[in-house]
């Protein structure tokens, strides 16, 4: 079966600093991934998705940056943290087919101070 | 204003009790699924509804497509402490591209007293 792996599950970071979220999927291969941040009342932002190795697309401009240096690997970045990003940021994946479900990995609760 | 409106924002319910959220669309619809999530944790799959008229159950959960209101319900029979959580709903949609992209609602918070 396949699963969905996302850590750390809670990061505080001081504002400046770099961050690195990852993200694996295992029992699949070739999946879309998706990030995704979850704020207080605004509902589930798509951040970034990719279909494949190497092909990232972004949904908003921000200051964050997503790559896919492997088939089933997904990583958040940023190389200097400002007080906004604080937030829950989640990791989600689907087979190839459009009419698939997403399926998220548990969450990382970020907090820039 | 929202694409997709979920009603009510926050439910209390006493154990035993049933319960409906209601998820609009202002678009047509051309996937609805619902998830539900505990706080601080990610989103876990119910159900998807892809046709006007489609149900699925899920032990006591039961989740009704109506195409042409453009709406979809969830129903908990018999609540239990176990059912607490916020409720989501996602809907497909075909952006400027004709590419399908999920949009979601703001999520219902429903609390079950024992």
């Known amino acids: 079966s396949q699963t969905i792996h996302q850590w750390p599950a809670t990061l505080v970071q001081p504002v400046g600093s770099p961050l690195s979220l990852e993200c694996t999927v295992e029992?699949?291969?070739?999946?879309?991934l998706y990030w995704y941040r979850q704020a207080a009342g605004r509902g589930l932002q798509l951040l970034f998705y990719?279909?494949?190795?190497?092909?990232i697309s972004s949904e908003v401009p921000q200051n964050l940056s997503a790559s896919r240096p492997q088939d089933r690997q997904f990583i958040l970045s940023s190389k200097k943290l400002l007080l906004s990003d604080s937030g829950f940021y989640l990791c989600a994946w689907r087979p190839g087919s459009l009419n698939s479900p997403l399926h998220f990995g548990n969450g990382t609760r970020l907090t820039v101070t | 204003s929202q694409e997709l409106e979920q009603s009510p924002q926050s439910l209390i319910v006493q154990e035993g009790k049933n319960l409906t959220i209601n998820c609009t669309s202002s678009k047509t619809l051309y996937g609805l699924y619902w998830y539900k999530q505990k706080y601080g944790e990610g989103l876990i799959f119910l159900m998807m509804?892809?046709?006007g008229g489609e149900e699925k159950s899920h032990e006591k959960i039961t989740a009704k497509l109506d195409e042409k209101k453009q709406q979809s319900s969830l129903h908990i029979t018999a609540s239990q402490p176990s059912h607490a959580g916020i409720y989501l709903c996602?809907?497909?949609?075909?952006?400027?591209?004709?590419?399908?992209?999920?949009?979601w609602g703001l999520g219902t918070s429903l609390a079950v007293n024992p």
């Open positions: 509804l892809q046709k």
């Open positions: 990719s279909v494949g190795i190497g092909q």
């Open positions: 029992g699949t291969s070739n999946p879309n």
């Open positions: 996602g809907a497909a949609r075909r952006n400027a591209g004709n590419n399908r992209k999920l949009i």
